[in-house]
């Protein structure tokens, strides 16, 4: 039986993408660096912020890092009241979740700023028992650190836990803490994604995660 299910934030509860791949093309243009397009900027959605510059443009760790500094300014700046909304249906499914007793977490590679200020916006913090964000671990995802950091929290086993997301590093990072995974469709990548990192299940709206919950 499901006890856990862990929820990533961007493309999954959240409409992100605008807004992200928005700050990414201005921090392409306002640094001069090569052009991409916003198919290739939305690919690395999920991945750390300075990860996302080293993959997006090949650039060495010092650039990364003047593009992460230049990519959170933007962020903030175009980050107005209404932005970003969550996706139909994730408040509902969230608080039927609770009602019915499962313990919920987000494990998002957003700052932890940035991730708690969505999070209280939205009233989430009510119904979620862990957060964990790119500043608190030493290894983000695919890699399993994040997940493995909310099953200690919560004292509940990888084989009674779901993760849920809509990119492959969340896929990845939950098969290889032991965890049962769930793809969503509507977000930054394709089935086709979902798929070959080995979602168990792909589902094409999130309220139909509660099924989905209940068929494990």
Request: with cysteine; hydrophobic share 40%; net charge negative.
């Amino acid at each position: 039986m499901i006890r856990l299910v862990i929820l990533d934030f961007d493309g999954t509860l959240a409409d992100t993408q605008p807004l992200i791949v928005g700050s990414l093309q201005r921090t392409i243009r306002e640094l001069h660096l090569p052009a991409r397009t916003d198919a290739e900027c939305r690919s690395i959605i999920g991945l750390p912020l300075k990860e996302c510059f080293t993959t997006l443009l090949g650039v060495d760790d010092t650039t990364a890092e003047r593009c992460a500094d230049h990519y959170r300014r933007v962020f903030d700046e175009d980050n107005h009241p209404g932005t970003v909304t969550l996706f139909s249906g994730v408040l509902d499914t969230i608080t039927s979740l609770y009602e019915r007793g499962l313990k919920l977490a987000i494990c998002s590679s957003r700052g932890r700023p940035t991730l708690d200020g969505f999070v209280a916006t939205f009233g989430l913090q009510r119904y979620i028992g862990a957060i964990v964000s790119a500043n608190d671990v030493l290894h983000a995802k695919p890699h399993p650190e994040p997940v493995q950091l909310i099953l200690k929290q919560l004292d509940i086993p990888a084989g009674e836990t779901i993760v849920v997301g809509d990119a492959s590093f969340d896929i990845l990072m939950g098969r290889a803490a032991g965890c049962h995974t769930v793809g969503v469709t509507y977000g930054n990548q394709s089935a086709a994604n979902l798929q070959s990192a080995g979602a168990d299940k792909l589902i094409d709206c999130f309220a139909d995660l509660i099924p989905v919950v209940e068929s494990f």
